[in-house]
C-alpha cells in the first residue's frame, strides 16, 4: 500500500500545478474571425509550428495541456481501478495532445506521454522520480506561457 501511497501523492501534486497553470485568462488575444479555419478537426504536423502549436489560441492550449498532463499524472489510478477503457481513451487523448503542442513543448510533451505510458506497466517509473522528471518541464511551459 504504501508503495502505491507515492505515485498517488506525486499525481495530486502535479494535479494541482497543472490546473493552477491554466487558471489565468488568455493574454494578448482576440476573437479571431480565421478561429473555425484553424480549429480542424484532425490535427496535421504542420499546424504545430503556430505560436499554439496546433491550438487555435493561448488559452485552449494552455488548458488542454494542463488538462493532458494532470491526466497522465493519474494514469496509476485509473490502472489500479482497472477502468480499461478510461485508460485507453486517456493514453491516446495524451497521444494526440502531444502531436498538437507547440514546438517549444512538442519533445518534453512526448517524452511525458512514453514515461506515463511506460509508468502503467513500471510503477518504478514514480518512485525513482522519472514521471518527476518528464514533468517538470511541461509545468515549467505551462507556468511560462499560460498566465
Same mark, same amino acid.
Given at each position: %500500500?504504501?508503495n ?5 501523492? *506525486?499525481?495530486?501534486?502535479f494535479a494541482?500545478? !497543472?490546473l493552477?497553470a491554466?487558471?489565468a485568462p488568455?493574454?494578448?488575444s482576440?476573437?479571431s474571425?480565421s !478561429?473555425p ?7 496535421t504536423? =504542420?499546424?504545430s509550428?503556430?505560436?499554439?502549436g496546433?491550438?487555435?489560441s493561448a ?7 494542463s488538462?493532458? *498532463?494532470?491526466g !497522465?499524472?493519474?494514469?496509476p489510478?485509473?490502472?489500479a481501478?482497472?477502468?480499461? *477503457? ?6 491516446t487523448?495524451l497521444?494526440?495532445?502531444a502531436?498538437?503542442?507547440p514546438?517549444?513543448?512538442k519533445a ?5 506521454n512514453?514515461?506515463?505510458?511506460a509508468g502503467? =506497466?513500471?510503477q ?7 514521471f518527476? *522528471?518528464a %514533468?517538470?518541464p511541461v509545468?515549467?511551459w505551462?507556468a511560462?506561457?499560460?498566465?
Open positions: %500500500m504504501k502505491l501511497s507515492r505515485p498517488l501523492t *506525486a499525481a495530486a501534486l494541482a500545478l !497543472a493552477t491554466c487558471s488568455e493574454t494578448g482576440a476573437p474571425s !478561429a479555419a484553424t480549429a480542424a478537426a484532425t490535427p504536423p =504542420s499546424k509550428s503556430g505560436p499554439f496546433d491550438f487555435p488559452a485552449e492550449a494552455c488548458t488542454t495541456i488538462q493532458q *498532463a494532470t !497522465a499524472s493519474l494514469f489510478l485509473s490502472a481501478q482497472g477502468k480499461t *477503457a478510461e485508460l485507453e481513451q486517456l493514453k487523448s497521444s494526440e495532445t502531436e498538437r503542442v514546438d517549444d513543448l518534453d510533451f512526448a517524452n511525458l512514453d514515461v506515463a505510458v502503467l =506497466s513500471d518504478t517509473v514514480y518512485s525513482s522520480g522519472k518527476d *522528471a %514533468m517538470t509545468t515549467a505551462l511560462a506561457n499560460c498566465k
